[in-house]
């Protein structure tokens, strides 16, 4: 099976802090797409990004942002200036080209405590 | 409301009975999906419809579990013969077939306890 490994278990920051999720993958396939998803408490999973896997560019959303590397099979996803809703789960996932199945990582849990 | 709804939120039920989920897409949305997901992991795919056709299928549907979309429209999961190794939250997601982000929009989930 081609892993995506999301080694932060659970993370607590300050409100305001920076805070970084990691991400890392395994990938045979030419052309993949990457994701990340929030889960709040309520449940219901909300996409935040796709990265395909042919376009390295950096992006930024607001206080969101996602830095892809090829080399080292990694997606990270950084929130700049933390604040209590960003508390939640995020995952991490990957699908290949020729799927419509996304594998998910297990998930950070960020909390961010006032 | 016109995202993705699940019915039944929770279901309680005792080893060996049937069970069945239903999910009802967004209404534009071609594509509908299920997943599984177990406390404190990541989901997992169990299966794919495009329209009414079912396109992907999981080694982790065993013969117990079938999904159907009769008509492209709403989806049912049915599990026969629950195991306590079934209860999890089933999820199901739906996208439009022409999105270029490859968004899904998922629903809240259906609760499994099988005691």
């Known amino acids: 099976a081609q892993k995506v490994t999301q080694a932060q278990t659970e993370i607590s920051v300050v409100e305001k802090e920076d805070v970084t999720l990691d991400c890392v993958y395994e990938?045979?396939?030419?052309?993949?797409?990457l994701f990340w998803y929030k889960q709040p408490p309520s449940g219901e999973l909300v996409f935040l990004i796709r990265?395909?896997?042919?376009?390295?560019q950096n992006e930024i959303s607001g206080r969101y942002s996602w830095n892809f590397q090829k080399s080292t099979s990694s997606f990270n996803f950084t929130i700049t200036a933390s604040q209590v809703v960003d508390s939640a789960v995020y995952f991490c996932?990957?699908?290949?080209?020729?799927?419509?199945?996304?594998?998910f990582g297990k998930g950070t849990k960020l909390s961010v405590i006032p | 409301d016109t995202g993705v709804s699940q019915d039944p939120r929770h279901k309680i039920t005792k080893r060996g009975q049937n069970v069945t989920f239903r999910c009802d897409p967004i209404?534009?949305?071609?594509?509908l999906y299920w997943y599984r997901q177990t406390l404190g992991q990541g989901p997992e795919f169990l299966t794919y419809?495009?329209?009414?056709?079912?396109?992907?299928k999981s080694r982790l549907l065993s013969d117990r579990f079938s999904a159907e979309r009769p008509k492209g429209s709403f989806s049912t999961l049915e599990i026969q013969r629950t195991e306590q190794g079934d209860s999890a939250m089933y999820l199901c997601?739906?996208?439009?077939?022409?999105?270029?982000?490859?968004?899904?929009?998922f629903g809240e989930g259906s609760r499994l306890t099988v005691l």
């Open positions: 997601a739906s996208s439009l077939g022409t999105s270029n982000t490859g968004e899904l929009f």
């Open positions: 996932a990957r699908r290949g080209a020729g799927s419509y199945q996304l594998t």
């Open positions: 419809f495009q329209n009414e056709a079912q396109l992907e």
């Open positions: 209404s534009e949305h071609n594509r």
């Open positions: 990265r395909n896997s042919f376009d390295e």
């Open positions: 990938t045979r396939d030419t052309t993949y797409y």
